[in-house]
């Protein structure tokens, strides 16, 4: 429908929202996205789902180093999506009990289906934002991969994130991890928009993984504590070793 090859006043915006109403009915995925953004939950920091099958085989390969021989090791991967992480990690761990979490309902659905079509049974996968409802000192390893951002960060390159996401929740969440960690346990932090060595909980831990020569990643921008981006700035520290509870 055009006058004069110009779109007739209003078209563009019937077309954008068709385009919206046919995505809604027809991709689950960007459903299941738009109605946990709608519900505002708490302890949401990457609305999120992308994911992949070993996207971190250096951490996951250290984790094996370290808690290999521990025939009794439990693993706890938060925001698990669809569970490529859980399912990536017990080819690492073959003898670990393995539980996800993630904020999304459909996601834990997708990764109960899958685990329906196993025969596994040391893992387990729950619907939950944070650990809160996780015992303290109960995890040899927490992984906490491409969580604690937000895409839309890098999208905007906003010079404040507080809009979408803030430190202080950065920092409960860390303190919260690790509360579950068990001393001498490892906390696993990739892809974040904020540092851990900046959270008051970070004194209670060692480095134990870094990336010899980190540089800035624009997809993934720093903030400081007071959410302010933080330019250029690049951050390597991947895992941290539990020394004592706060």
Known sequence: ???????LPGSRLFQRGARFAYRLLTDGDYRSVLLTRLRRPANLFQPYTDTAPDRYPLLFSFAREKLGANPDVRLLSIGCSTGEEVFTLRRYLPAASIKGLDINRRNIEICKARLRSSTDTGIEFEAAGSTSGESAASYDAIFCLAVLRHGALAVSGADRCDRFIRFEDFER????????????????IANSNFRFCETAVSRSFEVTLSLLSPVPDPRTPIYDRANRLVRDAAYGDLAFRKLRDP
């Open 1 to 7: 429908m055009i006058a004069g090859n110009r779109p």
């Open 173 to 188: 969440m860390a303190a919260d991890l690790a509360r579950c960690l068990r001393i001498g346990g490892y906390l696993f």
